[in-house]
């Protein structure tokens, strides 16, 4: 009796309830935090958190405008990161609450 791999019996448990893309949005808001890690210091990041996808952009929220300012000007690189990451353009633009 051949055995069948966790990672296949995960995903397609994950697609027959519809929560791909939640799970795709999740891992998506963690690819954001490792593509900041180096661009900003440890006290800039934590005034930096991602909050939600949705109709491809990223909602994150920033404590600073000084730092909205920064991510945005970031923008391209970020998003061309995080979608070589997921492995499609999934993530259209970033949009900043501050």
């Given at each position: 009796?051949?055995?069948t791999g966790l990672s296949n019996l995960l995903g397609k448990?994950?697609?027959?309830?519809?929560?791909?893309?939640?799970v795709q949005a999740a891992m998506i808001l963690e690819f954001f935090k490792q593509v900041i890690d180096p661009l900003f210091d440890a006290k800039s990041?934590?005034?930096i958190r991602p909050l939600y996808l949705k109709n491809g952009t990223l909602?994150?929220?920033?404590l600073s405008p000084a730092l909205a300012q920064e991510l945005k000007l970031h923008e391209p690189d970020i998003l061309k990161q995080?979608?070589?990451?997921?492995?499609?353009?999934?993530?259209?633009?970033?949009r900043f609450l501050a």
């Open positions: 009796m051949p055995f448990h994950v697609r027959k309830r519809g929560l791909n893309s939640q990041r934590e005034s909602m994150v929220a920033v995080i979608n070589k990451k997921v492995g499609f353009d999934t993530v259209k633009g970033l």
